[in-house]
């Protein structure tokens, strides 16, 4: 009879192991690209419904509750006019009616299209180093960009600011 503990493992099965120093196999490309592509196709998805359903016309989204409420501007309102006139081709217009979500689209695109590139190389998510994500300074002046950018929104001087 055959002592299966002799038998080499598949790398792929739960459990595997590897002689000391060898690196696993990557990941098939469809697993890798999943996650991406995924992430794409819901946010196509939506921009498709925007574009078709013109959120500037009343009864089509619900109001922002802070503006319906207290009559000051979010960070986020007039995002989704800015998405309906990035999807008919109106840079302009889009600017006009949230320059900083607009601003996060395109930065979205460009952290989503590393995202891609690095899972058709099979290169890891992040190198070790950062494993943690963004340092804590990022985060709270990407904080102190949102809440100067709401201030500004709601006083007289930045009114060019409000959708």
């Given at each position: 009879?055959?002592?299966?503990?002799?038998?080499?493992?598949?790398?792929g099965?739960?459990?595997?192991?590897l002689?000391?120093?060898?690196?696993?196999?990557?990941?098939?490309l469809?697993?890798?690209?999943?996650?991406?592509?995924?992430?794409?196709?819901?946010?196509a998805?939506?921009?498709?419904?925007?574009?078709?359903?013109d959120?500037n016309?009343?009864?089509?989204?619900?109001?922002c509750?802070?503006?319906?409420?207290?009559?000051?501007?979010?960070?986020?309102?007039?995002?989704?006019?800015?998405?309906?006139?990035?999807a008919?081709?109106?840079l302009a217009t889009?600017?006009?009616?949230?320059?900083?979500a607009?601003?996060?689209?395109?930065?979205?695109?460009?952290?989503?299209?590393?995202?891609?590139?690095?899972?058709?190389?099979?290169?890891?998510?992040?190198?070790?180093?950062?494993?943690?994500?963004?340092?804590?300074?990022?985060?709270?002046?990407?904080?102190?960009l949102?809440l100067?950018?709401?201030?500004?929104?709601n006083?007289?001087?930045?009114?060019?600011?409000?959708?």
């Open positions: 009879m055959r002592d299966h503990a002799s038998r080499p493992r598949d790398p099965a739960p459990g595997a192991t002689p000391a120093g060898q690196p696993l196999p990557p990941e098939p469809a697993h890798r690209l999943a996650a991406p592509l995924g992430v794409a196709a819901a946010l998805a939506a921009a498709v419904y925007i574009a078709a359903v959120p016309e009343p009864g089509h989204y619900p109001a509750p802070l503006l319906r409420h207290t009559g000051l501007y979010c960070p986020g309102c007039g995002g989704l006019r800015g998405v309906h006139a990035l008919h081709g109106d889009a600017l006009g009616a949230n320059a900083l607009v601003a996060g689209y395109a930065a979205f695109a460009v952290f989503w299209a590393g995202w891609l590139v690095r899972a058709l190389r099979a290169a890891p998510a992040a190198p070790a180093a950062s494993a943690r994500g963004p340092r804590p300074g990022l985060w709270w002046a990407l904080g102190g949102v100067l950018f709401t201030v500004v929104r006083l007289p001087f930045g009114s060019a600011l409000i959708p």
